[in-house]
């Protein structure tokens, strides 16, 4: 079994910032392409951001680039989300989630996170 466990989020003010974290439980973390989604009140969830699995490439929404850093650390099987000058509209609950997922041994599909909420407000 595999689980994400996301943390981080918190009440912050426009233009603050916060670092969001992804455990992964489980073997395969290195293996995997990983990706940040979010979804706001009232709104589908929506994929904000991706890595692969040796953090050569990512991958960003365009109203996210350039103020959100996406990142992983396959020692510590953790994946974060650097968010810097946030605004309002970035109030959501954020997921991680992997479309696949080898663990080594089997492959698993559409694995999401319980979710941690950013409220961005003055």
């Known amino acids: 079994q595999v689980f994400f466990e996301e943390s981080g989020g918190d009440l912050v003010r426009p233009g603050g910032s916060l670092r969001l974290s992804c455990l992964v439980r489980?073997?395969?973390?290195?293996?995997?392409?990983l990706a940040w989604y979010r979804q706001s009140p009232g709104k589908r969830r929506e994929w904000i951001a991706d890595?692969?699995?040796?953090?050569?490439?990512?991958n960003y929404e365009p109203s996210v680039k350039g103020r959100f850093i996406i990142t992983r650390d396959n020692d510590k099987r953790t994946m974060y989300l650097q968010m810097n000058a946030l605004e309002p509209e970035d109030t959501a609950t954020y997921y991680c989630?992997?479309?696949?997922?080898?663990?080594?041994?089997?492959?698993?599909?559409?694995?999401w996170g319980q979710g941690t909420p950013v409220t961005v407000s003055p």
């Open positions: 489980g073997s395969g973390f290195e293996f995997n392409k």
């Open positions: 890595i692969n699995m040796n953090a050569v490439e990512v």
């Open positions: 989630h992997a479309d696949e997922f080898w663990t080594g041994s089997v492959l698993l599909r559409d694995i």
